[in-house]
């Protein structure tokens, strides 16, 4: 077993391991280590619609390198995500994604990414989408409270039917440790990629346009992200994620 990308950003390790995607391209007031609501520290990713107005910019978020990971092989992907209090909803018209698992979509960068959570007046929907479920294959939903911690966990092996065969292709779900849901066969769009998706966490408005989107901003947290191959169970994943330490002043850059 290896990790691959990630762990827990309390101790800053899991950071260097990530491309920063946003308004600016290092870690600073969009994307940075800030101090949570419960004394510990986390990522923090910050979007403002000004950054779309004046940019198009869609994200803050940390990507890992689309080649870290190779066909043939289960992986292992988490996140522990918070939403800070204060939180606002906006109805069902918003739309904003706090984790993802993306495929190298060059060719048809239109499409939903594989696997996503995607959060619409408060209930985050994690999504898996591929050539038989276009729109999105609604794996479970999770009604999220601000100021609370939830663990979204998956194990799979991408089959694309081309890199993979088809009938190898699984992925099983757990949140907070249950396991909530279980698919087998085609799990991804069938275009062929060099490399099976990677992992990516932060916030995304993929439609900058909206009308509930004008002049307001989001900031999400991330307790942890990480994705490893091989065997390495669950359990030391988690313990590796949720390690948690309290600092006098959050860290603004490493």
């Given at each position: 077993?290896?990790?691959?990308?990630?762990?827990?950003?309390?101790?800053g390790a899991?950071?260097?391991?990530?491309?920063?995607q946003?308004?600016?391209?290092?870690?600073?007031?969009?994307?940075?280590?800030?101090k949570?609501?419960?004394?510990?520290?986390?990522?923090?990713?910050t979007l403002?619609?000004?950054?779309?107005?004046?940019?198009?910019?869609?994200?803050?978020?940390?990507?890992?390198?689309s080649?870290?990971?190779?066909?043939?092989?289960?992986?292992?992907?988490g996140?522990?995500?918070r939403?800070p209090?204060g939180w606002?909803?906006?109805?069902?018209?918003?739309?904003?994604?706090?984790?993802?698992?993306?495929?190298?979509?060059?060719?048809?960068?239109?499409r939903?990414?594989?696997?996503a959570?995607?959060?619409?007046?408060?209930v985050l929907?994690?999504?898996?989408?591929?050539?038989?479920?276009?729109?999105?294959d609604?794996?479970?939903t999770?009604?999220?409270?601000?100021?609370?911690?939830?663990?979204?966990?998956a194990?799979v092996?991408?089959?694309d039917?081309?890199?993979?065969p088809?009938?190898?292709?699984?992925?099983?779900?757990?949140?907070?440790?249950?396991?909530v849901?279980?698919?087998?066969?085609?799990?991804?769009?069938?275009?062929?990629?060099?490399?099976?998706?990677?992992?990516?966490?932060g916030?995304?408005v993929p439609?900058?346009?909206s009308?509930?989107?004008?002049?307001?901003?989001?900031?999400?947290?991330?307790?942890?992200?990480?994705?490893?191959?091989?065997?390495?169970?669950?359990?030391?994943?988690?313990?590796?994620?949720?390690t948690?330490?309290?600092?006098?002043?959050?860290?603004?850059l490493?």
């Amino acid at each position: 077993m290896s990790i691959l990308v990630g762990g827990n950003f309390a101790s800053g390790a899991a950071v260097p391991g990530f491309t920063v995607q946003s308004a600016s391209s290092t870690l600073g007031s969009r994307i940075r280590l800030a101090k949570m609501d419960d004394g510990t520290i986390g990522l923090a990713s910050t979007l403002h619609h000004k950054d779309y107005a004046d940019t198009g910019q869609l994200r803050s978020e940390l990507s890992a390198d689309s080649a870290l990971a190779t066909w043939g092989k289960v992986f292992r992907a988490g996140w522990i995500v918070r939403l800070p209090p204060g939180w606002v909803n906006h109805g069902s018209e918003e739309g904003q994604v706090l984790l993802q698992m993306h495929e190298v979509n060059a060719a048809a960068v239109s499409r939903r990414p594989a696997f996503a959570g995607e959060l619409r007046d408060g209930v985050l929907s994690v999504i898996l989408a591929h050539d038989d479920a276009p729109d999105g294959d609604i794996l479970t939903t999770v009604h999220m409270v601000p100021g609370r911690d939830y663990s979204i966990w998956a194990e799979v092996r991408w089959a694309d039917g081309t890199n993979e065969p088809t009938a190898n292709g699984y992925l099983n779900l757990y949140v907070d440790g249950a396991l909530v849901a279980q698919r087998t066969g085609r799990n991804h769009w069938a275009t062929v990629d060099p490399n099976p998706p990677y992992l990516k966490c932060g916030v995304y408005v993929p439609d900058g346009a909206s009308p509930w989107w004008a002049g307001k901003s989001r900031t999400v947290w991330h307790r942890g992200a990480v994705m490893a191959d091989g065997g390495e169970s669950f359990e030391a994943l988690q313990s590796l994620m949720k390690t948690a330490t309290v600092s006098a002043a959050p860290q603004v850059l490493l």
